[in-house]
């Protein structure tokens, strides 16, 4: 089902939402855009591409609470944290991080449900929005995913005119949504097929095509775990966590206990989860024993993880190509120099298929 | 539906001094629903939470067959562990799990057992040989090879001296050199080494180590060059982990998750990991 | 210029003075809207075929001592790095902290009228301020005074008619002269928003313990999440560890993908010290750390 809407609407629309549900849109502040609750429509800072911080914090936040407990005269005293339950609105994930949401989901759904996670997931509504012009480091087409995918979706917005959007209904959540306020939507004309604005960049970087092929480079790394390109490229990476954490779908996680106050002979505390990288050194790092000693193994891991294990263990790769870690990364590591090396290789080695 | 992050409580029952900084605890659940209810098998571990302090991975080192209570042996190395050796009986400990897989022990049965075993890495192989003894006519002839740094590192004494006197199993201890004591009257030597002395029949045989990783691994190379197949040599992996469910992502070895697909691995499976262990 | 940066560099590696060289390299990166981009980035080079790939421009800002403490280029005996005066000064810090051994080191020195700064700055903050054009200290120098200057100006240029102010600086006064309360709400509503990705400690050449105070968890003085109680304990607590250290490259807050104004407290402090002790750091190799030494009439008001 598509129906449009037009600029004006969707802000009548948003601002009559905000009085029943929690939004959380595009804003910029400090020069940084990332996506925040917001309580005026005016917070929202259109732009047309990935904020530089992703969604996935309101799913999998930096820090969430796991559970409080209070211990008192060796009695302990476990409480569930108090939990979100609010209906909220995503406005204006573009269909990488939505992509994203399959990883995650396969992750904290799958084998032992993350109740936090399904919770966040299923009270929220995805309103999406697909690219009219690609963004400076992205390469989603290099992954599989389109610029107008609406996968894990509930409505997506696309740019047709100025200030005029195209709506597809996705999911049922998004019908039902779509027809409680169905007066600030318009019909689609049938005969007019309504072509989606697209700007020469994009219909040059479509035309383009994969820089590399997934395919070939998961077969390359099944072969070399022990490669130089590993120390060559990761020799300048400081070890910092800025590629995972601004990354959509990297998900390693550590579990600390914090905020914990003594009283007398009592104490109460919360357990956390907390957003980890591979990167740190500390990640792997047991008392007697250190796996990964060195950062170009730690910079192995993560290519591997994303490239291979994750294929391995899911049938499907764990980068969605939103070009965050190569425009952040404060010594310039570039994962596309990375993977177009190894897909050179994988030609060099295998000849050309 | 459960927050599979909430860890049970358990009360510690009994506490025992092993080494200078190594205790086993006694735990049972404070629920008595759960503790009914509560399987696992040898080979699996848990989660311990010392709530103000966070959560440390130990295997269980009770055997399956004696039911309503788990014991973990700790040894004190960071956090959580120093502040378990602070704790006395009655306390309250939490506890998630079992995880991870577990020695095939089905597939044991009939076969002749060498269990070889290094340091605190006994623990994981004590909870399997408690259960092979508790079901003995089961199982062919039982070896067992342990070693420790020194006399004063060995674990489980109170255990040792009861197999060292039953007749069914064949006991050999060691202490690497430079660790023995005046009354010391097993072997000297690295257990690596020691093993080479020891005729160890690879025939319908299944050897299981646990140790350092050093250990391990020139283990693994012994047992090779005295004819065991990859598939006859059972080990245990320790990666650090936090969830223990196949989530936080840390303790993976290639695509296998330690706390998933492990901990205990055969060395056909170990020989396809990359080496990152 | 660059022929004679190359031709040094390639002398040192083919008589085997030295077994890495730490420099500049350009690479080329392929973006969505135009032509690929051309950009700098650090390189290791051990080869002397490969010195060719090293560049020195007004690109080049990264302050390469970072990678003198780590394990991978302290296994080399000795090491050549490209220097400005301001990374030069990191390097006298780590020397004089008994980091690096200034005989292990050949510094190429490089004279600079100023680098880009990140974030479309027209110049690096640090380079307003700059009174080490030339370096103090170095084994060889290049001079790129003339092909850097022509570049930068053009940019300035640019800027200029923007009526663009120095925003590390403005940020600095203006921290500077709001009241404690404002000040501290100020800090609060900054570090809140830090994410704890520990990009400006990984960046930091004098941030090289071992072990992390906030990594280290027996006990554990700084809480892991980022939120409000780490995130300040974090970066108050490295302010201090870098007190009377910090050279103020401003490499922490170029790294800080979320925009914090990590350089102010530190400037904060340089400032404190040079008023307090008439002391400036990474200015000497033979002199003591701030911190190392007493003198009888140090300044002591602070002690309640």
């Known amino acids: ?353 | 539906m459960e927050n599979i992050y909430q860890p049970h409580i358990m009360i510690i029952d009994d506490i025992t001094v092993e080494t200078p900084d190594v205790k086993t605890f006694r735990l049972k659940f404070q629920d008595s629903k759960l503790e009914s209810d509560f399987t696992f098998k040898a080979g699996q571990f848990g989660q311990y939470s010392l709530f103000g302090e966070g959560e440390a991975t130990f295997c269980i080192a009770s055997s399956p067959t004696r039911k309503g209570y788990i014991e973990c042996t700790v040894k004190r190395a960071g956090k959580v562990t120093n502040a378990m050796h602070k704790l006395d009986v009655g306390d309250p400990i939490g506890f998630r799990g079992p995880y991870g897989n577990w020695f095939p022990i089905d597939q044991l049965k009939g076969k002749d057992l060498i269990f070889i075993g290094g340091g605190i890495g006994l623990a994981p192989l004590r909870s399997l040989i408690r259960n092979c003894l508790d079901l003995r006519e089961d199982f062919g002839k039982i070896t067992i090879l342990y070693g420790s740094r020194s006399v004063a590192d060995l674990v489980y004494k109170q255990e040792l001296k009861e197999w060292e006197n039953r007749g069914d199993i064949n006991l050999i201890q060691t202490v690497d050199p430079g660790g023995e004591d005046s009354d010391w009257k097993g072997l000297t030597g690295f257990v690596p080494l020691v093993m080479r002395d020891i005729y160890l029949s690879s025939d319908n045989s299944v050897a299981l180590t646990c140790g350092p990783p050093i250990m391990i691994k020139f283990v693994i190379q012994g047992l090779d060059s005295m004819g065991f197949s990859p598939t006859q040599i059972i080990t245990t992996l320790e990666m650090k982990m936090k969830c223990g469910l196949g989530k936080c992502g840390r303790c993976n070895i290639g695509k296998y998750y330690v706390c998933k697909d492990g901990p205990v691995f055969t060395y056909a499976q170990i020989y396809e990991l990359p080496n990152e262990f | 210029m660059i022929t004679l940066l190359q031709a040094k560099t390639w002398e040192l590696l083919q008589q085997k003075e030295v077994s890495l060289i730490l420099g500049y390299g350009e690479f080329s990166r392929k973006i969505n809207n135009g032509p690929e981009q051309r950009i700098i980035s650090p390189i290791f080079i051990t080869k002397p075929e490969e010195t060719s790939s090293l560049v020195w421009n007004d690109r080049c800002v990264f302050n390469l001592s970072t990678y003198l403490t780590g394990k991978e280029v302290k296994a080399h005996h000795k090491v050549a790095i490209m220097a400005k005066g301001c990374d030069i000064k990191s390097i006298c810090v780590l020397i004089q902290e008994n980091q690096i051994k200034r005989e292990d080191l050949i510094i190429i020195g490089l004279t600079c009228q100023g680098v880009i700064g990140d974030k479309e700055r027209p110049k690096a903050e640090k380079c307003d301020s700059c009174q080490l054009k030339t370096p103090h200290i170095y084994d060889i120098l290049i001079d790129s005074a003339e092909a850097q200057t022509k570049k930068l100006n053009q940019v300035e240029k640019k800027v200029e008619s923007k009526n663009c102010v120095n925003p590390v600086q403005e940020k600095f006064d203006r921290m500077d002269k709001m009241n404690p309360q404002d000040r501290w709400q100020y800090c609060l509503d900054q570090f809140s928003k830090c994410i704890r990705c520990y990009a400006c400690r990984q960046v930091c050449p004098l941030c090289y313990c071992e072990k992390c105070i906030t990594d280290k968890s027996t006990p554990q003085w700084i809480e892991k999440s980022p939120l409000l109680p780490g995130n300040l304990s974090f970066h108050i607590m490295r302010a201090f560890h870098l007190t009377g250290r910090c050279v103020d490259c401003g490499e922490c807050e170029r790294a800080c993908p979320m925009n914090l104004p990590l350089t102010t407290l530190n400037k904060k402090m340089a400032q404190v010290v040079k008023d307090m002790y008439h002391y400036e750091s990474g200015l000497k190799t033979d002199e003591e750390p701030l911190f190392g030494s007493f003198q009888l009439e140090d300044e002591e008001s602070f002690i309640k």
């Not at chain 1, 996506?35 to 992703?54: A, G, H, L, M």
Request: hydrophobic share 35%; proline share 4%; aromatic share 12%.
């Open chain 1, 1 to 353: 089902m598509t129906k449009l809407i037009s600029r004006d609407n969707l802000k009548k629309l948003i601002s009559k939402v905000l009085t029943s549900f929690q939004v959380i849109a595009p804003v910029n502040e400090n020069n940084v855009s990332f996506f925040k609750r917001i309580s005026v429509y005016e917070q929202i800072k259109w732009e047309d591409n990935n904020p530089t911080k992703s969604p996935k914090e309101f799913f999998f936040a930096p820090s969430d609470d796991l559970f409080r407990y209070q211990m008192k005269n060796k009695n302990i005293l476990l409480r569930e944290p108090s939990n979100h339950h609010d209906q909220r609105i995503i406005l204006g994930i573009r269909p990488c991080d939505m992509a994203a949401l399959n990883i995650l989901d396969r992750v904290f759904l799958e084998d032992g449900k993350d109740l936090l996670y399904s919770a966040l997931r299923d009270n929220t509504l995805l309103i999406g929005q697909s690219c009219r012009t690609p963004g400076k480091y992205c390469f989603c087409s290099s992954v599989g995913i389109n610029p107008d995918d609406s996968q894990n979706m509930d409505l997506m917005l696309t740019d047709i005119e100025k200030n005029l959007f195209l709506v597809k209904v996705v999911s049922e959540k998004g019908e039902k949504f779509f027809s409680h306020f169905s007066s600030f939507f318009q019909e689609a004309d049938a005969t007019n097929g309504h072509t989606p604005v697209q700007t020469k960049e994009m219909v040059d970087y479509l035309k383009r095509g994969a820089l590399f092929n997934v395919q070939n480079i998961n077969e390359w790394l099944n072969e070399n775990f022990e490669h130089p390109i590993w120390s060559e490229i990761a020799a300048k990476c400081i070890g910092c966590g800025v590629c995972t954490f601004f990354c959509p779908t990297c998900h390693c996680f550590d579990i600390s206990d914090e905020n914990v106050v003594y009283r007398d002979s009592s104490f109460q505390g919360v357990r956390r989860r907390i957003w980890d990288s591979c990167s740190f050194d500390h990640f792997t790092k047991m008392p007697m024993h250190q796996p990964r000693p060195t950062q170009d193994r730690r910079f192995r891991q993560r290519i591997m993880h994303k490239f291979k294990y994750f294929i391995d263990r899911f049938q499907q790769g764990a980068c969605v190509g939103c070009g965050r870690c190569r425009s952040l990364c404060p010594v310039g590591i570039d994962i596309i120099e990375v993977l177009e090396r190894i897909h050179c290789l994988s030609y060099q080695s295998h000849g050309v298929k």
